[in-house]
């Protein structure tokens, strides 16, 4: 039963790493090294919008 506590806070810390510092941080860095490519583009055909990529 000792084994619970520790085994209940590496979860919790490596769930938050995981699900979310590891994201933000990736996302962040895209945003700043990639940021007329990150989001896509938007491709028209004319004046009418047909696909983004």
């Known amino acids: ?20 510092a590891y994201p933000l941080l990736t996302t962040g860095l895209s945003q700043l090294l990639f940021s007329g490519t990150a989001n896509g583009s938007l491709l028209y055909q004319g004046i009418k919008l047909s696909a983004r990529r």
């Open 1 to 20: 039963m000792s084994y619970l506590r520790p085994s209940l806070v590496m979860l919790i810390l490596l769930t938050a790493i995981t699900g979310i």
